[in-house]
């Protein structure tokens, strides 16, 4: 390996493993997928209560879905991280975003349950910055559209009160938003991982 | 016209790839490194001691799972020495 290169030939190996550098993310599509699924669940069995008599314990499987969301997130999340081979500033800045969106939200349900409102289409209006930015930061298309559907569905949203066509609103942008970009993600890394 | 030598210890195929990977990251593990690059162990242990002798990288030695782990970061001067060599190329390739 001691064979001379030229300036040329230097450039293109640095601009190389730069490139492999910016492309070694942290395995995150389990969380969309995990999210996807607990947040569908949450959404059906909410409407569900509220339909059959039971509005009052509408909230339960909201704080249910965000406990278990966390519990399970955390313990794969230590388990993956000690088996990471690299540290990306990339993943910092990204776990930063999901930690604001996560505390911007916990203050909004909370402020809009003491005002009486449903804070549900303000919270799909949120979760568009934290896909969309995710996506930017990875350069993965499908979670731009993700980030850009919540976006429009929680706009969408705020202009019905029908409650059978706000839970397929949000589960579709859910399905969209989160497991369909999650399950390409999971392909790509595979794919990363075993090239 | 004079141009800028190339710093000798950058200007090796593997001890270049290490470097501008460590670039990119904050630290990474001899695997990932071994894996980037595609060299060989005995290579990469070379190459490595060269350009962490030289102040380029840190190297920390641990252990996980019971396993030796080595882990590399990139120093200050490792940055800088990069820096320098990236300009001294382009001016290379301006000329």
Redesign the interface.
């Known amino acids: 390996m001691e064979q001379s290169m030229t300036p040329a030939e230097s450039l293109k190996l640095i601009e190389r493993m730069i490139g492999q550098a910016k492309r070694s993310f942290s395995r995150m599509s389990f969380y969309f997928l995990l999210w996807g699924v607990l947040l569908i669940a949450a959404m059906i069995a909410a409407y569900l209560l509220r339909t059959h008599g039971s509005p009052g314990m509408q909230g339960i499987p909201w704080g249910v879905a965000g406990i278990l969301g966390g519990v399970i997130g955390s313990i794969h999340g230590a388990r993956e991280g000690r088996k990471e081979e690299v540290v990306n500033p990339m993943d910092r800045i990204v776990g930063w975003v999901w930690a604001t969106f996560v505390i911007t939200m916990i203050i909004m349900i909370v402020c809009s349950v003491k005002s009486g409102m449903d804070p549900g289409a303000n919270i799909t209006l949120l979760t568009g910055m934290p896909t969309f930015l995710t996506g930017q930061i990875m350069r993965f298309r499908p979670l731009i559209l993700g980030g850009i559907l919540f976006w429009v569905v929680g706009v969408g949203m705020h202009f019905t009160q029908d409650a059978a066509l706000l839970v397929g609103l949000y589960c579709g942008a859910m399905v969209f938003g989160y497991i369909v970009p999650g399950i390409l993600l999971k392909r790509k890394e595979d794919v990363l991982r075993t090239a | 016209m004079s141009f800028a030598p190339?710093d000798p210890l950058l200007?090796?195929?593997?001890r270049?790839?290490v470097v501008?990977?460590?670039?990119?990251?904050?630290?990474?593990?001899f695997?990932?490194i071994l894996e980037?690059?595609g060299?060989t162990r005995g290579?990469l242990s070379v190459?490595l001691t060269k350009l962490k002798e030289a102040g380029y990288i840190a190297v920390t030695k641990s252990y996980?799972d019971n396993y030796p782990l080595t882990t590399c970061k990139l120093a200050a001067k490792g940055l800088r020495a990069f820096e320098k060599?990236?300009e001294a190329?382009?001016g290379?390739?301006a000329s």
């Open positions: 190339l200007h090796n195929q593997l270049l790839a501008s990977l460590l670039v990119g990251v904050e630290s990474a593990e695997n990932f980037k690059t060299a290579n190459q996980r060599y990236v190329i382009q290379y390739l």
